[in-house]
């Protein structure tokens, strides 16, 4: 298939039912599963199609062998559409992995939209995942201060 023929199925899915979704993932020939949505979301270019994984009822929650969900790692890939995406599919905000969270990620990458929109759907500053430290903690560790003054707002 051509990638201009790829791009326009990928784009005409967006916003569609999950019915729709799942049949312009089909074309794609992308199984609607939780491996596939961990796979999309660790690639930029694979935005719309992790989002379209998401509109098909893909289990916002899915989690990699070591734990990552699939919230963490479109955090930490920089894919904020399809981290709201996930979150407005009741993923879990604060789910941790190997001492990180979704919020603790975005300071990793000093992504301060991204830590907004986690901090809007619930996420929490102080919350040190075992074994890691806060997203808090990890703002002042790095000196960001534009991370340190929203975290400090949001910790209030």
Do not use: Y
């Amino acid at each position: 298939m051509k990638l201009w023929m790829l791009l326009l199925l990928v784009v005409a899915a967006c916003g569609r039912s999950p019915e729709e979704a799942k049949k312009k993932l089909a074309e794609l020939q992308v199984p609607p599963t939780a491996e596939s949505l961990i796979a999309k979301t660790k690639q930029s270019k694979d935005e719309d199609v992790a989002k379209m994984l998401v509109q098909a009822g893909v289990d916002p929650n899915a989690r990699q062998e070591n734990g990552m969900t699939a919230l963490m790692s479109a955090t930490f890939n920089g894919q904020r559409d399809v981290a709201k995406a996930l979150l407005e599919q009741g993923a879990q905000v604060n789910a941790d992995a190997k001492g990180f969270n979704a919020l603790s990620l975005a300071v990793e990458r000093g992504d301060i939209a991204m830590a907004e929109l986690l901090l809007k759907h619930g996420a929490e500053a102080k919350t040190r995942p075992p074994g890691g430290l806060s997203a808090l903690e990890k703002a002042q560790q790095r000196q960001n201060a534009d991370l340190i003054k929203l975290l400090e707002k949001a910790a209030k």
